[in-house]
């Protein structure tokens, strides 16, 4: 079993940079993909970026390619979310989650999550 727990998350303006973090616990870490969901206020849970166990493989989605980097830490059991150049549709409850796939951009491929942060950005 894994237990995630986010961080990071805050208000910023438009432009700026956050950087997310998702510490596990748990054994076997480093068998999960992982990936980073959010959820807007009104709006349905969306993917937004997932990372294969070595942390060679990453997928994004369109929004966020290029501005957005995911990445894994196995020996910390930390998972990490760095967004740049931040814009007002980004807010979101960003959360972190695992999945016994390889990685997948589907919610319900995952089998852990975390309890979300909040991420709010000013225009």
């Known amino acids: 079993q894994v237990q995630l727990v986010e961080s990071g998350g805050g208000l910023v303006q438009a432009g700026g940079s956050l950087r997310l973090s998702c510490a596990a616990s748990g054994r076997t870490f480093n068998n999960y993909g992982l990936g980073w969901f959010r959820q807007a206020p009104g709006k349905e849970r969306e993917f937004v970026a997932a990372i294969g166990r070595s942390g060679y493989s990453t997928d994004y989605t369109d929004s966020v390619k290029g501005r957005f980097t995911i990445s894994r830490d196995n020996a910390k059991k930390t998972l990490y979310l760095q967004m740049n150049s931040l814009k007002a549709e980004d807010t979101a409850v960003y959360y972190c989650?695992?999945?016994?796939?390889?990685?997948?951009?589907?919610?319900?491929?995952?089998?852990?999550w975390g309890q979300g942060t909040q991420v709010s950005v000013s225009s």
């Open positions: 989650a695992a999945s016994r796939a390889i990685y997948s951009t589907i919610s319900a491929d995952y089998d852990y």
